[in-house]
């Protein structure tokens, strides 16, 4: 029967989402080997291919676990997350949009409920458990947690239930201010603030491993531009329709900069990627990596000269492993909530496209020295933050 119980979105392809349950298991079997401990999400699934650990569905996991076990919410965008989203991200491409188009547009309620039964859990939200699925004597962390999606709970009929599931946790920590702020609103007055437990990845992952599981395309990647590259990742959803665009201010930034651009996929479409490529100027020196591999990602970061993209985590991973960093687009307001609570005030965030090639000569610009005291001052606190909630481990 397991202790621990290490709950989230990790049935999902999503780099974020990933790393989540790989860290945080890493962290506790280092801080208390004696524990017992199981990784769950919704659903069963298996993504070691991309380098994460297999889940057992929640159900299963609190069936299996001690009635005293602890279930910590291990990071991601988890409070206030509903039912119709979270299930819909495990649903093959070619479904998704019948499920969102019309069961949950004409038939919300109807389909929540199914999804409930298929999950077996009775929660108003899927991450955020009543005593009913927890059981009387568990104790339940939130370990720096996103609490964007409360910003957008404002009926009284589910505001009153998640104040209630929050104010009953035992530890509730939040990756940033708007977090903070947002459970304030619901009648929660003291959540804690922590780096996002991403953040010391690279104290819990040797540069030695990194390379041991990076595959050869990676490793070829890194030695062919061994002078430095650049780093640029966007999601389909912020690129299409803007692929000439984006390929003329990258041609833009690696000529001002002389450097090539590696192109990576965080997740699992690469189509917008491809076609960016295809409209670079002929001289400019690129290449890619569409994969999704956690491992292959996090060192092509590591290596870079810099890194620009729309992913909350590929910015953490360049935190962690002090590369200087752009956060794309002024619409993403988590990238930027988390860079003004953690990142250096100069740090570019927000940027549109015509502003790439200066925001990315202000973040190489930065002092190594002041890049390596950002990711220690972080990795300290967010070890701090662990040794609070594991105060509530039994």
């Given at each position: 029967?397991?202790?621990?119980?290490?709950?989230?979105?990790?049935?999902?392809?999503?780099?974020?989402?990933?790393?989540?349950?790989?860290?945080?298991?890493?962290?506790?079997?280092?801080q208390?080997?004696?524990?017992?401990?199981?990784?769950?999400?919704?659903?069963?699934?298996?993504?070691?291919?991309?380098?994460?650990?297999?889940?057992?569905?929640?159900?299963?996991?609190?069936k299996?676990?001690?009635?005293?076990?602890?279930?910590?919410?291990?990071g991601?965008?988890?409070?206030?997350?509903?039912?119709?989203?979270?299930?819909?991200?495990?649903?093959?491409?070619?479904?998704?949009?019948?499920?969102?188009?019309?069961?949950?547009?004409?038939?919300?309620?109807?389909?929540?409920?199914?999804?409930?039964?298929?999950?077996?859990?009775?929660?108003?939200?899927?991450?955020?458990?009543?005593?009913?699925?927890?059981?009387?004597?568990?104790?339940?962390?939130?370990?720096?947690?996103?609490?964007?999606?409360?910003?957008?709970?404002?009926?009284?009929?589910?505001?009153?239930?998640?104040?209630?599931?929050?104010?009953?946790?035992?530890?509730?920590?939040?990756?940033?201010i708007?977090?903070?702020?947002?459970?304030a609103?619901?009648?929660?007055?003291?959540?804690?603030?922590?780096?996002?437990?991403?953040?010391?990845?690279?104290?819990?992952?040797?540069?030695?491993?990194?390379?041991?599981?990076?595959?050869?395309?990676?490793?070829?990647?890194?030695?062919?531009?061994?002078?430095?590259?650049?780093?640029?990742?966007?999601?389909?959803?912020?690129?299409?329709?803007?692929?000439?665009a984006?390929?003329?201010?990258?041609?833009?930034?690696?000529?001002?900069?002389?450097?090539?651009?590696?192109?990576?996929?965080?997740?699992?479409?690469?189509?917008?990627?491809?076609?960016?490529?295809?409209?670079?100027?002929?001289?400019?020196?690129y290449?890619?990596?569409?994969?999704?591999?956690?491992?292959?990602?996090?060192?092509?970061?590591?290596?870079?000269?810099?890194?620009?993209?729309?992913?909350?985590?590929?910015?953490?991973?360049?935190?962690?492993?002090?590369?200087?960093?752009?956060?794309?687009?002024?619409?993403?307001?988590?990238?930027?909530?988390?860079?003004?609570?953690?990142?250096?005030?100069?740090?570019p965030?927000?940027?549109?496209?015509?502003?790439?090639?200066?925001?990315?000569?202000?973040?190489?610009?930065?002092?190594?020295?002041?890049?390596?005291?950002?990711?220690?001052?972080?990795?300290?606190?967010?070890?701090?933050?662990?040794?609070?909630?594991?105060?509530?481990?039994?």
């Open positions: 029967m397991h202790d621990i119980i290490l709950y989230g979105a990790f049935d999902r392809h999503n780099y974020g989402d990933l790393l989540f349950p790989l860290i945080m298991e890493r962290v506790i079997k280092h208390f080997p004696e524990k017992s401990l199981v990784v769950a999400s919704l659903i069963n699934r298996d993504l070691s291919e991309y380098g994460a650990p297999k889940t057992v569905s929640i159900k299963e996991a609190l299996n676990s001690k009635p005293n076990a602890t279930v910590i919410l291990a991601g965008d988890v409070v206030a997350c509903d039912w119709q989203s979270a299930y819909g991200y495990l649903l093959p491409s070619l479904i998704f949009p019948l499920y969102e188009r019309i069961a949950c547009y004409y038939f919300s309620k109807i389909t929540e409920q199914l999804v409930k039964r298929i999950v077996g859990l009775t929660s108003i939200f899927p991450f955020n458990l009543n005593r009913n699925d927890l059981g009387a004597a568990r104790n339940i962390i939130y370990n720096s947690v996103d609490a964007t999606g409360v910003s957008s709970v404002t009926n009284q009929n589910e505001i009153l239930p998640l104040s209630k599931v929050i104010n009953e946790a035992n530890f509730v920590s939040v990756r940033d708007f977090s903070q702020t947002q459970l609103r619901i009648g929660f007055s003291s959540p804690q603030l922590a780096p996002d437990s991403a953040t010391v990845m690279s104290a819990y992952i040797s540069v030695n491993e990194l390379e041991q599981k990076s595959s050869w395309p990676t490793k070829n990647i890194i030695e062919s531009y061994i002078e430095g590259y650049i780093v640029f990742q966007i999601s389909q959803a912020h690129i299409h329709g803007k692929e000439a984006f390929a003329m201010a990258l041609t833009k930034v690696s000529r001002a900069c002389k450097l090539p651009i590696v192109f990576i996929v965080i997740g699992n479409t690469s189509v917008g990627v491809n076609k960016v490529t295809a409209m670079l100027a002929d001289d400019i020196v290449d890619t990596y569409l994969d999704g591999n956690i491992f292959d990602i996090m060192s092509i970061i590591r290596n870079a000269s810099c890194y620009c993209g729309t992913s909350l985590h590929g910015l953490i991973t360049a935190m962690s492993f002090c590369v200087p960093r752009v956060a794309l687009l002024p619409e993403l307001i988590k990238q930027i909530n988390y860079m003004q609570t953690w990142d250096l005030p100069h740090m965030k927000g940027i549109k496209l015509e502003e790439l090639t200066s925001a990315v000569e202000v973040a190489m610009a930065t002092p190594n020295r002041d890049l390596q005291a950002l990711g220690k001052k972080l990795t300290n606190a967010y070890m701090a933050n662990f040794k609070r909630l594991s105060e509530n481990f039994k």
